[in-house]
């Protein structure tokens, strides 16, 4: 478990490293590893935010 949890770690901090160094000029490879790392946080982000406007507007109704 924890060798899954540095694996996610190292993969999070190396995302972050390529999006700062795409927005100096980085290489192309590095733009395109800083896009898909904006794209999962996005995801990530509408995901977030779709599931907490399902908990706040469901509110609870039990069928008896």
């Known amino acids: 478990m924890i060798v899954l949890l540095l694996g ?3 993969l999070v901090i190396g995302g972050c ?3 700062v160094w795409a927005e100096r000029g980085g290489p192309r490879w590095a733009r395109i590893v800083a896009a ?3 794209g999962a946080g ?3 982000s509408s995901a977030q935010k779709s ?3 399902n908990r706040s507007g469901s ?3 039990d069928d008896d």
């Open 8 to 10: 996610v770690l190292v």
């Open 17 to 19: 490293v390529c999006v």
């Open 36 to 38: 898909l790392t904006r």
């Open 42 to 44: 996005e995801l990530l």
């Open 51 to 53: 599931r907490s406007r």
């Open 59 to 61: 509110g609870d109704t």
